[in-house]
């Protein structure tokens, strides 16, 4: 931390309910809240003037395979099966950690631009994934991926375990769960056992689940259940759990769900790879949600709020109902994956992490500003925020990233030359 008492004099503050409160102080010390006040008493703290400005809780991606930034735009237009099939397992099956590292890093700067303070990652090499996390200093909760189909599965939840009992705790801004792919690639036993290992690590999983309406059939026809099913049966409800997708869900399964599951909805995902609606939105207040992006090969970008309003739009536009999806339901949506995460951030109060964004809507984007909330949900991109703290420190200042820009970009150009070149190889699994 470069200054660990700093003052955030006189903003507008927006909770996590999206409440406003206007003209507001925050001292941060040590990297938590330590207080909100109108007083302007400040000796000792880097104060930082927010007249006019609006400050927020930061935001969380629920879901994402950050290395795959990396792999961004290579696969475009293409059927969801021919997406992993021709494209991104082959290609995955021959990068290597610099390429995984590097993929995180510019993964990670993006979600620092766009407000992220915390995401979810699932992938394999998990320790170029875990470097990547600590230079850049963004929080990331990192599920090593395992595949149950894979020829090396045995070695795969080895090293998922070993990776969890050596990393965990070295770092506050990392938590560490386990990743089993997901139930159509974890069939039976496999699944069980990971789930078991990560009852014994006490800590939870990360997993996709009823992706396609296609995996929801398939499901049925080799088990007679529906992979939420499966996982329940595995116990993977006894744990916290992140469900990305769910998509097709349905509403017999509501029976299997316990309340220690959140759903990571990506709808730009599904719009692209023509997944279908699913049954989300029908099933949206009987569970547990907030937003991911999904990795950028399918999504383009990582922004969980993009996520949001593209959810609020859809939701709006396939219900035939303008009133449903409010901006205030919205916005406590997208503040819910700090829940699930459990960095005790989330909230803008005493004792709380300061993970924060202060916005600038003067903009012509944004102004003029009839409802803050609404600026930011439907008008507002990354260069609105000004500023992004973690754990007190900021990782965007003023409109600049900390991170070096320049040569994370000439760096990342060197791989996708390289990757190019190497072109693809043959992948172990299918989709
Ligand atoms: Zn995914």
């Not at 950050?66 to 991104?88: R, T, V, Y």
């Not at 600590?134 to 929080?139: E, W």
């Not at 139930?183 to 290992?197: H, Q, S």
């Amino acid at each position: 931390m470069i200054n660990s008492k700093i003052l955030l004099k006189n903003g507008n503050i927006i909770d996590e309910n999206g409440n406003l409160e206007k003209n507001m102080s925050i001292y941060i010390d040590n990297g938590k809240i330590a207080g909100i006040s109108r007083e302007e008493g400040h000796e000792g703290y880097e104060v930082i003037d927010c007249t006019g400005l609006y400050v927020t809780p930061g935001f969380v991606n629920l879901h994402t395979h950050s290395p795959m930034n990396i792999l961004k735009g290579i696969a475009e237009d293409i059927s969801i099966d021919n997406w992993f099939n021709e494209k991104i397992f082959p290609y995955e099956s021959k990068l290597k950690t610099e390429d995984i590292y590097w993929g995180t890093v510019i993964a990670a700067a993006e979600m620092i631009n766009n407000g992220v303070t915390a995401f979810a990652d699932h992938y394999f090499c998990q320790e170029s994934v875990y470097r990547a996390v600590a230079d850049i200093g963004i929080r990331g909760d990192i599920a090593p991926t395992i595949f149950g189909l894979a020829d090396d599965y045995d070695q795969q939840l080895k090293n998922a375990v070993s990776f969890v009992e050596e990393y965990r705790d070295k770092n506050l801004r990392i938590r560490l769960r386990l990743g089993p792919h997901a139930p159509y690639t974890c069939p039976g036993d496999k699944l069980k056992e990971i789930v078991n290992a990560a009852k014994k690590l006490k800590t939870g999983i990360h997993i996709h689940v009823s992706e396609t309406k296609e995996q929801v059939e398939e499901s049925m026809r080799l088990t007679g259940k529906t992979p939420i099913e499966v996982l329940y049966e595995s116990g993977g409800f006894d744990i916290d759990v992140i469900i990305a997708h769910g998509l097709w869900t349905t509403r017999k399964d509501l029976s299997y769900i316990s309340d220690k599951a959140v759903f990571a909805f990506s709808p730009k995902t599904y719009m692209k790879l023509s997944m279908g609606y699913g049954n989300i939105y029908e099933l949206k207040n009987e569970i547990n949600y907030s937003f991911g992006t999904d990795g950028a090969a399918s999504s383009n970008t990582l922004s969980p709020l993009e996520q949001a309003r593209l959810f609020a739009l859809n939701g709006k536009f396939i219900s035939d109902d303008a009133t449903a999806y409010e901006t205030k339901d919205i916005w406590r949506q997208l503040m819910k994956g700090h829940d699930a995460l459990k960095f005790n951030t989330g909230k803008i109060a005493e004792g709380r992490e300061a993970d924060l964004l202060i916005w600038n809507l003067d903009a012509v984007n944004t102004f003029p500003v009839y409802d803050p909330l609404t600026s930011i949900i439907y008008s507002s991109d990354a260069s609105n925020i000004r500023y992004t703290m973690v754990q007190g420190e900021f990782l965007k200042y003023d409109g600049i990233l900390k991170a070096d820009i320049r040569s994370i970009i000439s760096k990342v150009g060197e791989i996708q030359k390289e990757i190019l070149e190497r072109g693809k190889g043959k992948s172990k699994v299918s989709y």
